[in-house]
Each structure stands twice: as structure tokens, then as C-alpha cells.
Antibody, heavy 119, light 109 residues
Framework: QVQLVQSGAEVKKPGASVKVSCRAS????????MHWVRRAPGQGLEWMGR????????SFAQKFQGRVTMTRDTSISTAYMELSRLTSDDTGVYYC????????????WGQGTLVSVSS | SSELTQDPAVSVALGQTVRITCQGD??????ASWYQQKPGQAPLLVNY???NRPSGIPDRFSGSISGNTASLTITGAQAEDEADYYC????????????FGGGTELTVL
């Protein structure tokens, strides 16, 4: 069965960076795009970007351009999302999520990683 | 366009039918997907494409599209359906971007 397992909660100071990992299993890692989505407290889901695990190609929401990096290590079926220059507005739960095979749906989600930014 | 608009909150009586809508120009080109999120849980895909349900999703969840408006209909709402619901689609700008609606909080009375 498809599983996406994310790294644990992080606490960061403003201005720092955070790197979240997402280990995939139960399918061919390079066969499906991986998305990153966050939910800030009191806010809705926000799409951050996606990576093609096969080529490494990425696309990002304009809001995160210049601050987000998405990479992958195909040898261990793991995707990474790094967000730099953190502010308190970046506090929230970050999810990795697999793009499905049919109609651009996002079909499997990781459990989420809480990132707290506080001085 | 890169926006999907949802009503912030909707309520439904137990056992009745409710429609949650999502409006946006991108829906004229791309299908909407629908996600249910309960407190403390990851989102769950409940409908996608031309009214498709993942395995395990009850058939009371159905999707439809008319022009630039996608709808998720819950026929015979149950107490466990109380959650936040989000629509999502590709952005129609051609830049390989995705976008989420602002979410609809569903209360089952």
C-alpha cells in the first residue's frame, strides 16, 4: 500500500531554514509527482509546489518562489522540501502528497510535519 | 486565473443533502478534486475527475461540473461528514501550478 512518512516536528527561530523529508513506499517513487501543501493555523490548505521525482524538475507557487527548494533522493525514495528565511507566518503543518495517475488529483498524503517558528 | 472560490461555511441537517461549490476559471479546463479534512488529520481525497471516488469513499459523495463551477454533493449527510472540504485543480495559466479553494466548513446538525 502507498505510504508517505514525513519527518518529525521542528521548532525554528525567525530567519532560519527548515527541511522536511517525505519517504515514499508501496509504489514506484519516480512514477508520480510529489506535491507539498501547508496549512497554517486558522487558514486553509495552501499549495506550495511540486517536484518530478524522475527528472527533479520543479514548479512553485509564486508566493514561495525564491524561498522554497524541493529535491529528491531516488535511491531512498525520499522527497525533501526546504523553506528558508522563516517568519512566524510560516508556522503550520506541512504535507507531502502524491499526484495520482488520472485527473491531476492528489491521492495520498503524508501525516504532516508541524513547523513552529518563534523567537 | 489562479483562484478557486468556496463558501466559508455550510450546514446540513443529518440525513439531508448538501452541495458544496467551487468556482474558478481553471475549472473550464481542468477537473476539480475534493478533499475532506478533519481536525488533526491529513486531507483525504473524496472525489476527483468526472465524478470518481477512491476506494473506500462512500457513494454518498458525488462530484459534478457546470461551466466554471464544480460541486461536491453529499446525499444523506452523516455526522462523520462534519469536516472542512477543499477543492483543488490545476491553474489554467499553463505554468504547471496547482491551486486550492479557501475551504468550506461543513456542520452537520
Amino acid at each position: 500500500q502507498v505510504q508517505l512518512v514525513q519527518s518529525g516536528a521542528e521548532v525554528k527561530k525567525p530567519g532560519a531554514s527548515v527541511k522536511v523529508s517525505c519517504r515514499a513506499s508501496g509504489y514506484s517513487f519516480t512514477g508520480n509527482y510529489m506535491h507539498w501543501v501547508r496549512r497554517a493555523p486558522g487558514q486553509g490548505l495552501e499549495w506550495m509546489g511540486r517536484i518530478n521525482p524522475n527528472s527533479g524538475g520543479t514548479s512553485f507557487a509564486q508566493k514561495f518562489q525564491g524561498r522554497v527548494t524541493m529535491t529528491r533522493d531516488t535511491s531512498i525514495s525520499t522527497a525533501y522540501m526546504e523553506l528558508s528565511r522563516l517568519t512566524s507566518d510560516d508556522t503550520g503543518v506541512y504535507y507531502c502528497a502524491r499526484e495520482g495517475d488520472y485527473d491531476w488529483e492528489i491521492d495520498y498524503w503524508g501525516q504532516g510535519t508541524l513547523v513552529s517558528v518563534s523567537s | 486565473s489562479s483562484e478557486l472560490t468556496q463558501d466559508p461555511a455550510v450546514s446540513v441537517a443529518l440525513g439531508q443533502t448538501v452541495r458544496i461549490t467551487c468556482q474558478g476559471d481553471s475549472l473550464r479546463t481542468y477537473y476539480a478534486s475534493w478533499y475532506q479534512q478533519k481536525p488533526g488529520q491529513a486531507p483525504l481525497l473524496v472525489n476527483y475527475g468526472k465524478n470518481n471516488r477512491p476506494s473506500g469513499i462512500p457513494d454518498r459523495f458525488s462530484g459534478s461540473i457546470s461551466g466554471n463551477t464544480a460541486s461536491l454533493t453529499i446525499t444523506g449527510a452523516q455526522a462523520e461528514d462534519e469536516a472542512d472540504y477543499y477543492c483543488n485543480s490545476r491553474d489554467s495559466s499553463g505554468n504547471h501550478l496547482w491551486v486550492f479553494g479557501g475551504g468550506t466548513e461543513l456542520t452537520v446538525l
